[in-house]
């Protein structure tokens, strides 16, 4: 595709439940990002992937969020047994490393109920 | 980490006044400085960015302007427009490592 895309773009989930968000990124990037965006907040450091490689997670909030990219390309992130404090929109971003532009995704918005 | 801060958080211009906006970064090793612009329900998108060898950049309007040593870079528009109203983030990065900050909301009053 010619950009990054997240899906779904919406998901309300009962607290409790497990979620699942993806991302697919430009073809060929070698770096990915997640970040959390808060409401009139900016976004939010999670993880980095550098190919298949998660190289810095300490952004991750707690246990229950885990992040994966397998095979270098598309990525998940999973939470787990999701609290209201976890509704955000969930941005990725991709880049081909170095001093090069990330391209953002339009993000997931993810409402705990 | 690298902890980056932004301000002001809010600020509000009459069309085609000038406005700043600061950040100012922790680490040292840092070595890339983009800005980006979010508009309302949109995804940030890139305005101009700025390499550690470099002090200033201009593109037409946009300007940035990089002190390494004091480890604060900032954003400079001029001839503000109303389209200009957005929030904008700052944003450093090491080894491809990048963190935001918390996002000025520009409003820019016709």
């Known amino acids: 595709g010619a950009g990054v895309s997240q899906s779904p773009r919406y998901k309300v989930a009962k607290r409790g439940q497990d979620v699942a968000l993806r991302c697919d990124p430009i073809s060929g990037h070698v770096s990915l990002f997640w970040y959390q965006q808060a409401l009139g907040q900016g976004p939010e450091f999670l993880t980095y992937?550098?190919?298949?490689?998660?190289?810095?997670k300490s952004g991750l909030p707690s246990d229950r969020f885990f992040a994966e990219r397998p095979e270098g390309s598309v990525s998940t992130l999973k939470i787990q047994r999701t609290q209201q404090e976890d509704s955000a929109v969930y941005l990725c971003?991709?880049?081909?490393?170095?001093?090069?532009?990330?391209?953002f995704g339009q993000g997931t918005r993810l409402t705990v109920v | 980490g690298e902890n980056v801060e932004q301000h002001p958080s809010t600020l509000s211009v009459q069309e085609g006044d000038s406005a700043v906006i600061k950040c100012t970064y922790s680490d040292s090793a840092s070595n890339y400085f983009p800005w980006y612009k979010q508009e309302l329900g949109k995804r940030p998108q890139l305005i101009i960015d700025i390499r550690s060898n470099v002090g200033e950049k201009k593109d037409q309007r946009i300007a940035v302007t990089l002190n390494k040593t004091a480890k604060h870079f900032s954003l400079h528009i001029t001839e503000t427009q109303p389209e200009d109203s957005a929030v904008y983030f700052c944003?450093?990065?090491?080894?491809?490592?990048?963190?935001f900050g918390a996002g000025t909301r520009l409003t820019v009053k016709p």
């Open positions: 971003a991709s880049s081909l490393g170095g001093y090069t532009e990330a391209f």
């Open positions: 992937f550098q190919n298949e490689a998660q190289l810095d």
């Open positions: 944003a450093a990065s090491k080894n491809n490592d990048m963190r």
